[in-house]
Nanobody, 123 residues
């Protein structure tokens, strides 16, 4: 059974930082592209960042570019999202995602989802 479990969410003031982590099990982690998505209240889920299997390639949504950094550790089956210079607009439930196709993932077609972790940024 595939599981993706996020942690690290919480309440932070604008300008602050948070680091999200996602631990996976039940899949061959190094075979999967990993990503983060988010869903703000009343809005559709949107792509945030993705990283290829090797960790040598990444892509970001324009809204987070330069502020967020995605990374992975294939020895620990984990992916992380370092979020700096947080803004109130970053408030959302953040979801970890895994997909065999990088192109599919960035378009929202994901094989596996986590249950999400809530990030709240106060002004």
């Amino acid at each position: 059974q595939v599981q993706l479990v996020e942690s690290g969410g919480g309440l932070v003031q604008a300008g602050g930082s948070l680091r999200l982590s996602c631990v996976t099990s039940g899949l061959t982690f190094s075979h999967y592209n990993m990503g983060w998505f988010r869903q703000a209240p009343g809005k559709e889920r949107e792509f945030v960042a993705a990283i290829v299997q090797s960790g040598l390639g990444t892509t970001y949504a324009d809204s987070v570019k330069g502020r967020f950094t995605i990374s992975r550790d294939n020895s620990k089956n984990t992916v992380a999202l370092q979020m700096d210079s947080l803004k109130p607009d970053d408030t959302a439930v953040y979801y970890c995602a895994a997909d065999l196709s990088f192109a599919s993932m960035t378009a929202g077609g994901v094989d596996y989802w986590g249950k999400g972790t809530l990030v709240t940024v106060s002004s």
